[in-house]
């Protein structure tokens, strides 16, 4: 790997755990590379697949999902959100995007070493692995919404027509 | 506020909202985002957008290591970016003064703030910009301190690029930002108290002070709970059942409160000024009451010992503390001495922490498997209370303490362990991880005492001691009420220790996280009475401070359904576990039936299930769009363009 290579990274991070999570970070002190950028979500059970790709497609090198776990303040949201990754994630591995630049994971208020954890962690893969294929995550981006829509449309005909076609 | 309504439109938008040509383009442009959602289709008339960008330095905490100016310099060059400025405290009244004014004098309608946690002030800068005349919702708030000055102190170079990347992606969340307004819903001005104890009536009374009609539901056939079974109370030492006897009576006299004894909650469903609650009473038929705010008093159990813990219930001369303050409550004044079963009691035990700071490997976990390693914080001061009381009525008893800590906390109740030591009361220290033990007495001694309990007491240097006594009295404290239904069907929080827990114990107590729930006594955790008293007015006054509108103003962030682009597919339906909350309606769209998703924004909790399965993202989260979130992606992987604040600048630690 080249030296100069620097990754992004992206954290989605629960506005009730993992969000002040950071900020436990931070308040302690503790330090962590400037290549983490931290967005606030209410769960990432709201993004569609294609988000992630359209990330990686932007040069995001790995995105990080820090949820609240089994705190989770959703209804049922936690597990929905745990399928959907795993969905994506099965889509990055039959696509050929590597499936390191992916974690799903739960962070406390409080879990200050979890998160230094979870970034040491994904930096080294990252500089393992390099930087993304951001052609190919367009790709496969396009595919997913083409996906989306593939759907839709056999939603939207009548029974009997959905019949013949499957 | 009213300046709110009257958000400035942008040119172009000037069209008449029926317009059919426009609903058409709308449709169209719905369909286009639906295929391409790269391209965003609206709000991104840069030319038209006065941001304003405020760095803050903290007084130093993110000025010493963020370039504060190098940022705003950069910032600057983002286009739409009209003004630019770093304050030393943008919290300060003349920070948050420059923001209103800006707005004012440059017309501006997007601002940002890079200071912070959004938890300490993004309340704080959105009634600044609200006070400036825009809508509050067309501001952003970037965290450059605790996730960037202090989490990159030794990277001050990418901590800067970091923090100008933030405000780029700000920036353009901001572009597709829209004006919201918070959610106003009828408020039904009537409380729902469950819990007749000291503090569902104290709450019930407050409130009903206030002029607000009251339910207050009990499940005893009685109202008063616990303390129609205690003595005197601490430290005012007035008769506890006649004190509660005194405001149930208040309560049982007002006219705007209603008490339903013998009662239970079935169901809770609805929201903060509108809950639709099932009350059972013995012997009726379940009815539904509707409330716009509920006040959980449901209390405490008392610790019961384990069979055989301390050898309770296998020796009749172990008692519970509330059962020997029944001993002392039924024992004739004319008596000389306590009896229990059948013998004089000389010599008393009082051991601390039964079933409270319990400890992992030393005490034996509940059914549930929990451990109680909380301290009950009443049971200290009732032991010395008690232990006095004795000491005083019958001066030939012995009493002894066996403590970890005596944690008289209270104002006033460090008396009583002052008093019980001049009183002659003997204590005894145990470490909490070797308690004492009690043992039954050989037959062949039984005259020196019924039991003896042993302590390695390390008052004197870990001295085993052995004390034969007639009578052990567990300091047994408080456990959570068995409420299981009831947080099932609020969705209430516990902690650890399975109490109900409150938002914040500082910033928000008694609160919970469903709005319009509020919390009133031992319910939360172990309190005295006075404690129980206060956060029971606390949650009155709360609850009134709610019905003092017409409506309920929630928080706008929920998810919204853009009718023209909707097709009815219902998927997002099938996400939306939120009864009520999110459902298919039929309207009439060109004279034609059809079905379209609705959000009933009293319900919707804003999870955002629904909004990721929708191929027409045509149901999106207000204030967390998802083309709000690809903008913030760009931003942060884009940076503001040819500007030095490129990744390359960063180095991995």
Not at chain 1, 131 to 159: F, H, I, K, N, Y
Not at chain 2, 3 to 32: K, S
Request: proline share 4%; net charge negative; glycine share 8%.
């Amino acid at each position: 790997m080249s030296e100069s290579f620097v990754p992004k990274i992206l954290v989605l991070a629960t506005e009730k755990c993992a969000y002040p999570g950071a900020d436990a970070v931070g308040k302690a002190h503790q330090e962590y590379p400037s290549n983490v950028h931290i967005l606030r979500v209410p769960s990432p059970v709201l993004f569609p697949e294609d988000f992630y790709l359209r990330s990686f497609s932007k040069g995001i090198d790995a995105i990080l999902i820090a949820a609240c776990g089994s705190d989770c303040p959703y209804h049922g949201a936690y597990e929905k959100l745990a399928a959907r990754i795993d969905q994506l994630t099965d889509r990055m591995k039959a696509g050929g995007l590597e499936t390191e630049r992916i974690r799903l994971t739960a962070i406390c208020t409080v879990c200050i070493k979890a998160f230094l954890k979870e970034i040491a962690l994904l930096n080294e893969h990252l500089s393992r692995i390099g930087p993304v294929d951001r052609a190919l995550a367009e790709q496969l981006r396009t595919e997913s919404l083409a996906r989306l829509q593939g759907t839709d449309q056999l939603e939207a005909l009548s029974s009997d027509a959905r019949g013949i076609l499957v | 506020m009213s300046t709110q309504n009257e958000f400035r439109e942008e040119p172009g938008c000037e069209v008449e909202q029926n317009d059919p040509a426009r609903i058409e383009a709308q449709i169209a442009a719905g369909q286009r985002a639906a295929v391409a959602p790269n391209s965003s289709t609206y709000g991104s008339d840069d030319a038209a957008l006065k941001i304003g960008v405020y760095i803050c330095r903290c007084g130093g905490n993110i000025s010493d290591v963020v370039d504060v100016e190098q940022v705003a310099e950069t910032v600057k060059l983002i286009p739409g970016v009209a003004t630019a400025k770093v304050h030393t405290f943008v919290c300060s009244d003349p920070g948050q003064h420059t923001i209103s004014d800006d707005i004012l004098k440059e017309n501006l309608d997007r601002v940002v703030v890079a200071s912070c946690s959004p938890f300490l002030h993004e309340q704080t800068f959105r009634g600044a910009v609200a006070r400036g005349g825009l809508n509050p919702y067309l501001y952003e708030h970037v965290n450059i301190r605790e996730q960037a000055s202090w989490a990159h102190k030794h990277d001050p170079a990418g901590a800067t690029s970091k923090a100008i990347r933030m405000i780029a992606a700000a920036i353009g969340k901001l572009r597709h930002a829209v004006p919201l307004e918070q959610i106003k819903l009828p408020n039904h001005r009537r409380a729902l108290v469950i819990g007749g104890g000291i503090a569902g009536l104290k709450a019930a009374s407050d409130l009903a002070a206030r002029g607000i009609q009251v339910l207050l539901v009990e499940k005893a056939g009685e109202l008063g709970g616990h303390l129609n079974e205690r003595g005197r109370v601490y430290p005012s030492e007035q008769d506890a059942a006649k004190l509660v006897a005194e405001l149930a009576q208040r309560v049982n006299r007002d006219a705007r409160i209603e008490v339903r004894l013998s009662s239970q909650i079935k169901a809770v469903s609805g929201f903060i000024g509108n809950f639709k609650v099932q009350v059972e009473s013995e012997g009726a038929l379940p009815s539904e009451v509707t409330a716009g705010a509920i006040i959980v008093a449901t209390g405490f159990r008392c610790y019961q010992p384990q069979e055989n813990e301390f050898l309770y219930r296998t020796d009749p001369c172990v008692l519970t503390l509330p059962e020997f303050i029944q001993l002392m409550r039924s024992t004739p004044d004319s008596a000389r001495h306590l009896t229990v079963n059948g013998r004089a009691v000389n010599n008393i035990a009082f051991l601390h922490c039964v079933g409270s700071r319990q400890l992992d490997g030393v005490h034996e976990p509940q059914a549930d498997g929990r451990l109680n390693t909380y301290c009950s914080r009443t049971c200290c001061t009732t032991i010395l209370q008690q232990a006095l009381a004795v000491r005083r009525r019958f001066n030939k008893t012995g009493v002894y303490s066996f403590y970890q800590d005596i944690r008289t906390y209270g104002r006033g109740e460090e008396n009583y362990y002052i008093e019980a030591s001049k009183a002659g009361v003997v204590f005894f220290r145990y470490n909490g991880e070797e308690p004492p033990k009690a043992e039954a007495t050989p037959r062949e001694h039984a005259r020196r005492g019924a039991l003896s309990i042993t302590v390695k007491d390390t008052l004197t240097w870990n001295e085993e001691l052995t004390v034969p006594v007639d009578l052990l009295v567990l300091g047994t404290g408080m456990i959570p009420g068995d409420i299981a239904d009831l947080i099932e069907q609020m969705k209430l929080a516990t902690g650890e220790d399975g109490f109900l827990q409150e938002v914040h114990p500082k910033l928000r107590p008694v609160e919970v996280a469903v709005n319009g729930v509020l919390l009133a006594g031992t319910a939360q955790g172990p309190m005295n009475i006075q404690e129980t008293l206060s956060a029971a007015g606390a949650a009155a006054a709360k609850a009134a401070a709610m019905f003092a509108k017409e409506e309920v103003e929630l928080n706008p962030f929920v998810a919204e359904v853009d009718q023209d682009a909707c097709c009815g597919e219902a998927q997002c339906v099938t996400q939306c576990v939120y009864e009520g909350a999110l459902r298919l309606v039929t309207r009439e769209v060109n004279g034609e039936l059809v079905e379209r998703a609705e959000v009933n924004a009293g319900l919707c909790v804003g999870c955002g299930a629904c909004v990721a399965v929708c191929p027409q993202r045509a149901i999106q989260l207000n204030g967390w769009r998802l083309d709000q979130f690809d903008a913030m992606v760009d931003g942060i992987a884009e940076g503001v363009p040819g500007q030095n604040c490129a990744q390359e600048l960063v180095q991995i630690g």
